[in-house]
């Protein structure tokens, strides 16, 4: 299974991005989808998540600013950034928590990252 973001890229202070997540098969079952980061020298977190009944959870920097949501094939979860400031500089990782067949266990997949670079 391979996730592979895009969307990401250079924007200056106040500007907007949309980061979305395509996936390389199709899951019978997803429970969650999400996106974390990872700044230079810091511990990945989460940004945003997306449960299976659609109920988000948000950092809470971002909770005014960006916006989780399910998306049409082939992406699956996109998320909508506003108003970027510069401590949100980091690569972005789409997860997903879903099952490829029925009787299979959960897995838990990630992305290699999309660089979100914040600067004037």
């Known amino acids: 299974v391979q996730l592979v973001e895009s969307g990401g890229g250079l924007v200056q202070p106040g500007g907007s991005l949309r980061l979305s997540c395509a996936a390389s098969?199709?899951?019978?079952?997803?429970?969650?989808m999400g996106w974390y980061r990872q700044a230079p020298g810091q511990l990945r977190e989460l940004v945003a998540t997306?449960?299976?009944?659609?109920?988000?959870n948000y950092l809470a920097s971002a909770k005014e600013r960006f916006a989780i949501s399910k998306d049409n094939a082939p992406n699956l979860v996109s998320l909508q950034m506003n108003s970027l400031k510069p401590e949100d500089t980091a690569v972005y990782y789409c997860?997903?928590?879903?099952?490829?067949?029925?009787?299979?266990?959960?897995?838990?997949?990630w992305g290699q990252g999309t660089l979100v670079t914040v600067s004037s």
């Open positions: 997860n997903v928590k879903a099952r490829t067949r029925w009787g299979r266990a959960e897995g838990d997949y």
């Open positions: 098969v199709s899951f019978v079952r997803i429970n969650s």
């Open positions: 997306i449960s299976r009944d659609s109920n988000s």
